[in-house]
């Protein structure tokens, strides 16, 4: 899954070269606060979660059971100054003696561990798209249309399906690439004549609607990007932030506009990583390098759900009695169904009550692993919360990997889909980019300029997509959960459905995502039509009554946390 940050430059980039107009959906015109996704309707006017309500009306003077969080994706800045207090710390490795101290197969792995990694300590950035990996595999089979091969079975249906995603794509992509290298001229033109007008190399929006001149050259340029950056979705966005973006993702394109027939997509995995992508057995590979240098999205994934609450920096989490365990498994390109499946069994053996999977893809070669990992988690109590993904598309009729449906025909029990919202102040009510479905999806959590940790030990910023939106209800999950820790992992993922509300404000028609203005019934987007609410979820949790769970090994010890 693409970083958030590229996914607001792709589309800022696609709105510019098609039709070169502001989009205003997510203008922050009027005020929202930067904790907007913590705040109430009633107090604050935005589509909250209640979260700074339920810890004063609520939760003041209870006590809490620290709760272990596995955040699967890119890594974790493990020095920031608002995660380094909450992350968890494996009580049975001593660190740095190079000896697999608790000997569970991973060597130093004090913070967890990363999939992506080589045994010299070099982790894999970036990773071919799974349709891609699934083309080159199945060609030498099919792309000879002569083939004798069955044409009727599976396998061939399959074919196609991937030989579709690639062939149009492609040509698609050659098309964009080309517009996009014009833009990128046009991007570099404007930058020059502004940073060379305001004497510093970095702007953003404000900065340019200050700029007042009689040169038409420099005015151009200042209306040119400030619709570019409008257009991103996040009008605060700085041109020393939307530079790197927009050059990986033009980098992405021209990737998916060469492949050729001589392109090796696992080449750089065998190179770094060097295990056997086909043998699910061969699973001690990677290294303890959580953070890396790629840790941008997981950073901001982590802070979401547990930055460290009224230490007086930064913003603050949703839940105040986590650890967050650190597992690198995604990539900038598509995880791997074998590194997805060992980061669960990975986190659920080292004591995680709840996995955050901020990723997903349309194809899942492997899906029989991730499915056995999911069994497995739901038999030792786990919850996994899993994003809806950021195609503006009804998952309960396209292909999003992983999801709740089994090959073996049974449906998942523990695992909670999520949607994208945005602040019901401003713009559109729900995220036009969020994936949504009537059976598939669970419920809607805020999406839209979340503001949390980024690296660099000091920094934060606001990113949007189902990825934020997911580690919103993580974080509500283990709110829950540390404070009535004798209820089930089915039972969590009740509460939180059975307490969503409908929108606030009474709306009942929003926009449907990817469908331009077109409207829907809100409580027709998710199973549960609603909002994940803390406060609510709270209050049914007070009600139930421990289920009695089959015991399936000792509990790992959790280590308490140091407030602020």
């Keep these: 899954m693409k970083s958030s940050g590229a996914i607001a430059v792709m589309a800022g980039c696609v709105a510019m070269m098609t039709a070169l107009t502001t989009n205003t959906a997510y203008a922050q015109g009027k005020a929202v606060p930067k904790n907007w996704h913590l705040l109430d309707y009633a107090a604050d006017s935005v589509y909250g979660t209640s979260v700074q309500r339920a810890y004063t009306e609520l939760l003041k003077g209870k006590k809490s059971t620290p709760i272990v969080v596995a955040v699967i994706d890119s890594g974790i800045d493990t020095l920031h100054e608002d995660l380094k207090s909450i992350l968890w710390i494996n009580p049975k490795e001593i660190p740095g003696n190079g000896i697999d101290d608790d000997k569970n197969g991973y060597v130093d792995d004090v913070h967890g561990w990363n999939f992506l990694g080589g045994k010299d300590g070099r982790s894999l950035k970036d990773d071919s798209d799974e349709a891609t990996r699934e083309y080159v595999r199945l060609k030498e089979k099919y792309v000879n249309p002569d083939s004798a091969l069955d044409h009727s079975s599976k396998e061939y249906a399959y074919w196609q399906k991937v030989s579709g995603k690639i062939t149009r794509p492609s040509a698609e992509s050659k098309t964009t690439y080309k517009a996009m290298l014009k833009l990128q001229e046009n991007v570099n033109k404007a930058s ?33 990007m400030i619709r570019l950056f409008n257009s991103t979705g996040d009008s605060t966005i700085n041109y020393a932030d939307f530079k790197p973006e927009f050059e990986e993702y033009i980098e992405d394109l021209k990737k998916k506009a060469e492949i050729s027939d001589n392109y090796t997509p696992n080449a750089k995995r065998a190179d770094i990583v060097g295990d056997n992508i086909n043998d699910i057995n061969d699973k001690y590979y990677g290294n303890n390098d959580v953070m890396g240098q790629f840790g941008y999205h997981g950073t901001h994934v982590s802070g979401i759900i547990a930055a460290a609450r009224e230490n007086g920096v930064g913003m603050d989490g949703v839940a105040d009695n986590v650890r967050i365990m650190a597992v690198k498994a995604v990539p900038d390109g598509d995880e791997r169904d074998k590194d997805v499946a060992l980061a669960i069994r990975y986190a659920v053996d080292n004591g995680a009550r709840i996995i955050n999977m901020s990723f997903g893809k349309s194809f899942s070669p492997h899906k029989e ?12 109590n786990v919850l996994l919360i899993h994003a809806a993904g950021n195609d503006g598309k009804n998952v309960d009729s396209t292909d999003n990997f992983p999801n709740t449906d089994f090959l073996d025909g049974t449906t998942a029990t523990n695992v909670i889909t999520v949607g994208a919202s945005s602040n019901g102040k401003t713009g559109a009510k729900v995220a036009s980019f969020s994936n949504y479905g009537k059976r598939t999806v669970d419920l809607f959590a805020p999406g839209v300029q979340i503001y949390a940790t980024l690296p660099g030990g000091n920094k934060y910023g606001s990113l949007s997509g189902t990825s934020m939106a997911c580690p919103v209800v993580a974080g509500i ?40 203005g077109q409207m829907v019934p809100f409580a027709d987007l998710s199973a549960t039509g609603g909002l994940v609410n803390a406060y609510d979820a709270l209050k049914l949790a007070s009600t139930l009554k421990p289920e009695k769970i089959e015991k399936l090994g000792k509990k790992p010890k959790v280590m308490k946390i140091k407030k602020g």
């Design 369 to 380: 692993w991730v499915d056995a990992a999911f069994k497995y988690a739901a038999a030792h």
């Design 192 to 224: 020059s004549l502004l940073t060379t007008y305001l004497h510093q190399n970095d702007f953003n929006v404000p900065k340019l609607d200050s700029i007042q001149t009689t040169d038409q050259d420099v005015m151009v340029a200042k209306n040119f």
């Design 477 to 516: 999950a283990a709110l829950v959960w540390s404070y009535y820790p004798d209820l089930s992992a089915e039972q969590i993922k009740y509460v939180l459905l059975k307490s969503a509300q409908p929108l606030p404000d009474g709306t009942k028609e929003v926009n449907k995502p990817g469908a331009g």
